[in-house]
């Protein structure tokens, strides 16, 4: 059974810091991995991608991948109040259709 | 901005009913999804479905489920005898092109519930 691992939280952090959220998974063929946020009540929202080893920077957003490590991470810089949210870790392997989700990360940022 | 969009937004039906679920998915993309998501739990595979036919499924997919295209435009989850345990939120989902590197872009989820 393929799985992605997170820490349900909550993670809470103060306005202006940075929240960093953490995943593992099991399937070591993965391929591509994301970061999904999901508001209480919406669908996932799409915030980041990644496909190889290392760093990836969109604004405030980094994502982290250590293949070796199965390891994937999610660095929020100057957390805000609206990035209270879950974050989904999100995986998928090679050949297939469906995208294997964790069970998410409660973010708490206070103003 | 295109967007996938459900129909309808709540369904409330009793036991052993039929639901059909419907989405409109982004229209370029080519790659359409169903997952669910009961209260506070992961969201669920269930389904895809390329060039009318199903691509894959989980086994949560039985034979009480199915899906359709019947039309250039929509896709639907077909539910033939709702039991309880399938009371959740349905989320409908496109990509342009398939996994495993396409991001996927979610409707606003059809939230069921089985009475």
């Known amino acids: 059974q393929k799985e992605v691992e997170q820490n349900s939280g909550p993670l809470s952090v103060p306005e202006g810091a940075i929240a960093s959220l953490n995943c593992t998974y099991s399937d070591r063929v993965s391929q591509s991995f994301f970061w999904y946020r999901q508001y209480s009540g919406k669908s996932p929202e799409l915030i980041m991608s990644i496909y190889s080893n290392g760093d990836k920077e969109d604004g405030r957003f980094t994502a982290q991948l250590n293949k070796a490590s199965q390891y994937v991470s999610l660095l929020i810089r100057d957390s805000q109040p609206s990035d209270s949210a879950t974050y989904l870790c999100a995986v998928t392997g090679t050949g297939g259709f469906k995208t294997i989700f964790g069970a998410g990360t409660r973010l708490f940022v206070k103003a | 901005e295109p967007e996938v969009t459900q129909t309808p937004s709540h369904q409330v039906t009793q036991m052993g009913q039929e639901v059909i679920l419907r989405c409109v998915p982004i229209?370029?993309?080519?790659?359409f999804y169903w997952y669910r998501q009961i209260l506070g739990q992961k969201v669920e595979f269930l389904v895809s479905f390329y060039n009318n036919e199903i691509s894959e499924k989980s086994e949560i997919f039985d034979d009480q489920f199915s899906v359709e295209r019947p039309d250039g435009s929509n896709f639907t989850l077909k539910i033939r005898s709702t039991k309880l345990e399938d009371s959740a939120m349905y989320f409908c989902?496109?990509?342009?092109?398939?996994?495993?590197?396409?991001?996927?872009?979610f409707g606003s989820g059809t939230q069921l519930s089985v009475l």
């Open positions: 229209s370029n993309h080519l790659y």
């Open positions: 989902a496109s990509s342009e092109w398939g996994q495993p590197n396409e991001k996927l872009f």
